[in-house]
């Protein structure tokens, strides 16, 4: 997978021999086409023994008097930096017509969009949308974000985010959580399951670093509503916890020790107080994604009496100083304590690579290539970790069904 400079898609190919010859009468004729079939286009390569790809080219309309660098895309992250995106190439022959292609493996389904001038725009002909909130926390602002969709053939359905009708429903409760050690509040959001008893036995305990992630983008209460239905994991409570600014976020989570103090000495010790819950680490998780994971991650090193399973969703191990990678901080912190009986369940898309746009603007690794690090590093050390490379990027479109499949895997010992 990768992207591709220059002309590849066939289509745009015989496009450009039509513009050749028929000039602006021509032009529209294609453009017609474009807006018929919609955006991105997608057209299956020559099958190979094991291997099935397509050519997936992303489109856009405007004057051919963009200067470059003015129009770039990234495909496969919300979170993409602008540095990192791709230059798009203008179809020779064309009254502004602008493409980037890619080649992808068939069972990838990922979002993109464009940036204009710097600012993130969406694919105005898309159909098939991703719709990302507006808020403080969100990478895009106060601004709602409509993220356009590429779903190749042999992308595997997911349904554990969709509200299933007939099935039992658990409770959301939110509020806020003030922290004197840390110096303000934060957004906390408590998931009860169906039938909750405060005065029975103690369910397992979930703890999931951004709450605003996890009840707006990727619907946690609905996946946990749904496996628990299928008898997948047991019934549970889950703490979905989170900042109301994206500034304080990307700080603290990046081994802010006063938030991780916080996290051991006041919501924990809140919880058991509060909900019936267990203290027993093999029943107690800590999760996140992105940051979050680099913050689940940490969580369990520091708390080992406590997180007894740690998962990280698409983590950004990558993120720090040349010197001071966040995999490379976890690999010290594990290096120097004692083993443990920790279980670690990773994943991360396939792609978050430099082919892509993901490698690091100093040189470093990649997301990719982080998350194998961190991973041969708990495989060196001797813990039970379950790793997973799922065809798609660092857009959270891939959230409900990897988080699905961490919690059935830590859970289905508890």
């Not at 001038?117 to 694919?123: H, L, T």
């Not at 898309?126 to 990478?139: K, R």
């Not at 019936?276 to 080992?304: F, N």
């Not at 290096?335 to 490698?359: I, K, S």
Request: hydrophobic fraction near 40%; aromatic fraction near 12%.
């Amino acid at each position: 997978m990768e992207a591709l400079d220059g002309l590849w898609s066939p289509q745009l190919i015989m496009w450009q021999e039509q513009l050749k010859e028929g000039g602006e009468s021509a032009f529209k004729a294609v453009w017609d086409q474009v807006f018929a079939q919609g955006t991105p286009l997608v057209e299956q390569l020559d099958e190979q023994v094991g291997k099935k790809e397509y050519l997936v080219t992303l489109l856009w309309l405007d004057s051919p008097d963009w200067k470059p660098g003015q129009l770039t895309c990234a495909l496969g992250g919300i979170l993409n930096s602008r540095r990192m995106a791709h230059p798009l190439f203008h179809l020779d022959g064309s009254d502004g017509l602008w493409y980037r292609t890619y080649r992808l493996p068939s069972q990838v389904r990922a979002t993109y969009h464009f940036f204009v001038n710097g600012e993130p725009v969406s694919d105005p002909m898309s159909q098939h949308m991703l719709i990302v909130p507006g808020n403080p926390v969100s990478v895009y602002g106060e601004q709602w974000m409509r993220l356009a969709i590429v779903e190749l053939p042999d992308a595997a359905p997911d349904h554990w985010g969709l509200r299933r009708p007939g099935i039992p429903q658990g409770n959301l409760h939110t509020q806020s959580f003030a922290s004197a050690i840390a110096g303000h509040d934060y957004s906390l959001s408590i998931y009860t399951p169906p039938d909750y008893r405060s005065d029975g036995e103690p369910y397992p305990l979930l703890l999931f670093f951004d709450e605003w992630t996890y009840t707006h983008v990727i619907p946690l209460p609905k996946i946990l509503d749904n496996l628990i239905a299928d008898g997948a994991i047991p019934p549970l409570v889950a703490a979905l916890f989170g900042h109301s600014r994206r500034e304080d976020r990307m700080r603290e989570m990046g081994f802010y020790e006063p938030f991780f103090t916080c996290v051991g000495q006041e919501l924990l010790p809140w919880m058991w107080e509060h909900y019936a819950v267990s203290r027993d680490p093999a029943q107690t998780l800590v999760a996140g994604a992105s940051m979050g994971g680099i913050a689940a991650m940490y969580s369990g090193l520091r708390y080992p009496e406590i997180f007894g399973n740690i998962y990280s969703h698409t983590g950004s191990f990558q993120a720090g100083p040349l010197t001071e990678r966040a995999y490379q901080r976890l690999e010290q912190a594990l290096r120097q304590r004692p083993a443990t009986a920790q279980r670690f369940y990773l994943d991360v898309g396939m792609l978050e690579r430099d082919e892509m746009g993901f490698g690091s603007p100093d040189g470093g690794p990649n997301a990719l290539e982080s998350n194998r690090m961190m991973h041969d590093v708990l495989l060196e050390l001797g813990h039970e970790v379950q790793y997973v490379e799922y065809p798609g990027g660092h857009d959270l479109l891939w959230g409900a069904a990897p988080v699905a499949d961490a919690l059935k895997v830590l859970l289905s010992k508890v």
